[in-house]
């Protein structure tokens, strides 16, 4: 059975890090495209990073550009969301999400309906 597993979630003071992880099991992870996504209380779900299964394409959205960083271990079978400079704003649960048929190259890649999704890691940024 496909699934995923987010951690590295907590609480950082504004303007540090965090690395965020997604674990698939069940399946091999560089089959597939994967996504983050963001949710705030009150606010519609964000994606916020793509990373394409092959040739890894990326594509970040505009409020997270130039401060986090999608990559992938295959052998680990994980893909990570390096978060730096982190803002108040960036509070929200992550998810990662994984699909066969993402378009990471394209600026529309988040509205793709991802097959599989995870339980989600709480980020919260305050002072």
């Known amino acids: 059975q496909l699934q995923l597993v987010e951690s590295g979630g907590g609480l950082v003071q504004p303007g540090g890090s965090l690395r965020l992880s997604c674990a698939g099991s069940g399946f091999t992870l560089d089959h597939y495209g994967i996504g983050w996504f963001r949710q705030a209380p009150g606010k519609e779900r964000e994606g916020v990073s793509c990373?394409?299964?092959?040739?890894?394409?990326?594509n970040y959205a505009h409020s997270v550009k130039g401060r986090f960083t999608i990559s992938r271990d295959n052998a680990k079978n994980t893909v990570y969301l390096q978060m730096n400079s982190l803002k108040p704003e960036d509070t929200a649960s992550y998810y990662c999400?994984?699909?066969?048929?993402?378009?990471?190259?394209?600026?529309?890649?988040?509205?793709?309906?991802?097959?599989?999704w995870g339980q989600g890691t709480q980020v919260t940024v305050s002072s």
């Open positions: 990373i394409s299964s092959i040739g890894g394409s990326t």
């Open positions: 999400a994984a699909d066969p048929f993402t378009r990471c190259w394209s600026s529309d890649w988040s509205s793709v309906d991802f097959a599989s």
